[in-house]
């Protein structure tokens, strides 16, 4: 890239995903439901969904561009221009857009009809809750959701449609496995993007998607979208969303109420497999649409490029001259994101070549070579064996590098072997057999580093994987959970447990108990008692740090 | 002239004008969340992918249409081109753009009618709104192609007559005499249409005034400072939260 003068420093919020240990429980996508899509409209949608690889996706191929024309396209002058069109084209398209996915693209949403079990009279067959579609209302067939194919189910018959398989199939000739004993495949989660250079903000017509100066989050403006439909189109991972009850695109918010108070999103804080990570980086954002220009294999270097040091005088300089409290520059320097994209390299951002620069990022999985390694018969952790199976188990590295490096497998697979080091280097640590360096320094890094990482990918403490700053402060005073701080000469964070446990005493606010408690409980070692919780409802307050019922 | 006269062609324009601009500001101000096309293309594409356009470009043409043969007077006119070649071209381009315009709207109302989950979502509001809709297209026809000639079969050109009535609109002097003067044909066609304008700023119709000219200009990437929202004690009714269950026709919130 070339070296351009730095002038002003915004931050963004990210996540990473550490894909090695997402079990596909689809407790992200439902929490997510529960707080955000369970409404008339968007029955049909998924602000979050958890999709298996191989796979189709949901929206069924969304991947496959040259059918749904999402996302950028380079031009011949080396430029950028919508896939989908110039302004004129979309303008003169609005009518009906050309390649909008419709309800069948995703699925019919349907519910049981569960009175008919206790209302059915007295006979001698059972009363079954027939499924009824949610869009009509009548009987409905199911045959298709948004995890079909969960885990491979039914893979054998669907799975070579999923667009990457095809295009390996095609371009590479490597046929990827469907039997059982043969095939691989782990899990991928999916938000909105909160992209960088989005869109499907270019494709709006109205103007009615906008990113927060403040945290990069994409939202969209109810009151000024229009219900045009482009953005549906515009955006390649097909995270918008048509609201068909009030004739709105939506999307996922970022979970910014909680956001700004500091809190996770309830899709990272319901995660079982406590794989997210939060945190915000320092961007340039003059230099954005230069990158997203890139040649298509230089495309994630760009993209780590327009990540600034935290820690660069210059940066923190700027940063506070455009009003960037110091707690965020201190957040930016602590941000698990940075530390996993950028100082490790080893998250990876999911289809680059989109041109979008997402900004939620994967640590690519290395549970498909371990497992198959292991089905062969050999010792799935051992270094040697680990470091060569990435090189020559091609096809998952392969389907890796389609997904997150624009098909470079040479980036994957560093990132794999880093993985893998890690894994071995501890093995020993914990075994007894020794720190062994020359592990370390096969993958360019440190015991130190080695060491680091697996604090924050295996420990992952609450603290560490989430580290996120809370809106100004000069606006707080707005902010619904600030403001009945006001009221506690304590503050939120101050707050103690009453004499009978943690939600005992006086009675306090929600908000006051929802931030504090929860923060409390969250970063605490041991499981909260049940006695601790009682009066405790809703799901917003849910999370995996406390006792089961017995 | 008469009272009926006066009503209808010296009065009522500037009852609608009101009802309109009135209309469009209270809506502009209060519903910004219901300003929307409300499309139905998640339900149904193909039909709309023909049907939409067809009667969309073919309005356009139709508009201009109006526009030119309301706007500029036929004196003007006849210093370039005759009556006759007048009358031809614009009888034909009317014609072809009406016939699209009509052709258009049924194809959009059968696509409406027989797709099940379409025309779950059609509110009263919607089936107003087509008839009206479709009148004022049918009737507009029928005043292009019968309406020249009074039933005495006497000749009237609405250039002569609509068009100056119309233009005196806007001095606040309307010409009654001479809308008074048109055939029937015209009437019932002025009538329905302003019905259809009354009834834009209440209906999907409105969508119409916010057609996004400015996206060829403003920037691709939009930034925005984070909302501050004054938190409220209750909210109360808030839309876009309805149940899952209730129908997309279904207007009432909560």
């Known amino acids: ?82 896939r989908s069109g110039g302004r004129f084209q979309k303008l003169l398209s609005i009518f009906a857009s050309p390649v909008q996915p419709e309800l069948a693209d995703y699925y019919e949403p ?38 079909w194919d969960d885990s491979l189910g039914g893979s054998t018959a669907t799975a070579e449609l999923d667009p990457i398989v095809e295009k390996l199939r095609n371009e590479a000739n490597e046929q990827i496995r469907m039997e059982y004993e043969k095939s691989f495949m782990f899990f991928l989660p999916r938000i909105c993007e909160h992209c960088l250079n989005p869109s499907c903000m270019a494709s709006c017509p109205s103007g009615a998607i906008y990113k927060r100066a403040e945290d990069g989050i994409v939202l969209v403006d109810q009151d000024r979208c229009r219900g045009w439909r482009q953005c549906i189109t515009g955006c390649p991972y097909k995270k918008m969303y048509f609201n068909h ?36 980086i320092l961007y340039d954002p003059d230099a954005v649409t230069e990158a997203a220009c890139a040649d298509e294999k230089d495309l994630y270097e760009a993209q780590l490029d327009l990540m600034l040091d935290p820690y660069d005088p210059q940066v923190i300089a700027l940063a506070r001259e455009g009003g960037m409290p110091d707690d965020w520059i201190e957040a930016a320097q602590r941000s698990p994101i940075y530390a996993l994209a950028k100082h490790f390299r080893v998250a990876l951002p999911l289809h680059p070549e989109y041109r979008t620069m997402p900004m939620v990022w994967y640590i690519p999985p290395l549970s498909p070579v371990v497992d198959l390694l292991t089905k062969q018969g050999h010792d799935g952790e051992a270094a040697g064996n680990l470091f060569g199976a990435i090189d020559t188990l091609r096809i998952p590295v392969s389907y890796l ?45 440190t015991p130190d580093a080695l060491e680091q990482m697996y604090r924050l990918l295996a420990i992952a403490k609450y603290a560490e994987r989430y580290v996120i700053p809370t809106a100004h402060r000069e606006e707080a005073h707005n902010l619904e959970e600030l ?57 917003l307050n849910w999370d995996a740090n406390q006792e089961t019922e017995r | 002239m008469n009272a009926v006269d006066i009503l209808l062609w010296g009065a009522l324009p500037y009852v609608v004008a009101l009802v309109l601009v009135g209309g469009l500001i209270w ?34 043409v139709v508009l201009a249409g109006h526009l030119a043969g309301l706007f500029i007077p036929k004196a003007w006119t006849d210093l370039v081109i005759s009556q006759e070649t007048y009358h031809l071209i614009a009888f034909t381009a009317g014609t072809i753009a009406g016939v699209a315009t009509l052709l258009g709207i049924v194809l959009l109302i059968y696509r409406r009618r027989t797709t099940g989950p379409v025309f779950l979502a059609t509110t009263k509001n919607d089936k107003l709104m087509y008839v009206v809709l ?46 008074a003067g048109s055939t029937w044909q015209f009437k019932v066609h002025i009538l329905v249409g302003l019905a259809l304008f009354a009834l834009v700023p209440f209906s999907r119709l409105v969508h119409a005034f916010t057609v996004p000219l400015h996206y060829l200009f403003r920037p691709y990437i939009v930034y925005r400072s984070r909302d501050v929202v004054v938190p409220t004690a209750s909210r109360g009714r808030v839309r876009g939260w309805d149940p899952v269950g209730t129908l997309d026709r279904d207007r009432k919130t909560r």
Request: hydrophobic share 35%.
């Open chain 1, 1 to 82: 890239m070339a070296t351009r003068k730095l002038t002003r420093v915004m931050a963004q919020v990210g996540m990473v995903m550490n894909l090695d240990k997402c079990i596909g429980c689809h407790t992200c996508s439902v929490t997510c439901k529960q707080a955000w899509t369970n409404r008339a409209g968007t029955e049909y949608v998924w602000f979050n969904n958890v999709e298996t690889r191989p796979g189709q996706g949901y929206p069924r191929r969304y991947e496959d561009q040259e059918r749904w024309r999402g996302g950028w396209v380079r031009t011949k002058s080396g430029g950028l221009r919508l």
């Open chain 1, 110 to 147: 349907w519910t049981y009809d569960y009175q008919n079990l206790i209302s059915a009279p007295l006979g001698d067959d059972f009363p079954v809750a027939r499924p009824k579609s949610l869009i009509t209302g009548e009987d409905t067939k199911i045959t298709w959701s948004a995890n």
């Open chain 1, 245 to 280: 009850r009030s004739g709105k695109a939506e999307k996922c918010t970022f979970c910014y109420p909680r956001i700004e108070v500091g809190l996770p999103t309830v899709c990272s804080e319901t995660c079982v497999g406590r794989l997210r990570y939060l945190g915000i």
């Open chain 1, 401 to 445: 590098a389609e997904l997150f490096t624009a098909g470079d497998t040479q980036v994957v697979t560093g990132v794999l072997q880093k993985l893998a080091a890690m894994r071995s280097y501890m093995r020993g640590v914990t075994l007894g057999t020794g720190r062994d360096p020359e592990l370390a320094a096969a993958v360019g890094m």
């Open chain 1, 483 to 539: 403001a009945c701080s006001l009221d506690y000469e304590d503050g939120p964070g101050m707050y103690e447990s009453g004499p009978f446990g943690e939600a005992s005493g006086r009675p306090v606010p929600v908000a006051i108990e929802t931030y504090s408690a929860l923060k409390e409980r969250q970063r605490a070692d041991t499981a909260a008692s049940s006695e601790a919780l009682q009066h405790r409802a809703g799901m």
């Open chain 2, 27 to 60: 809506r502009y101000r209060y519903d910004q969340f219901g300003w929307t096309t409300r499309s139905s293309q998640l339900y149904e594409s193909r039909l709309l992918r023909i049907g939409s356009p067809v009667f969309h470009y073919g309005l356009f």
């Open chain 2, 134 to 179: 479709v009148a004022a297209i049918v009737f507009g026809m029928i005043a292009t192609l019968t309406g020249s000639r009074t039933t005495a079969g006497m000749e009237v050109n609405y250039r002569e007559t609509v068009s100056v009535w119309f233009r005196s609109l806007f001095i606040f002097q309307p010409d009654v005499a001479a809308m």
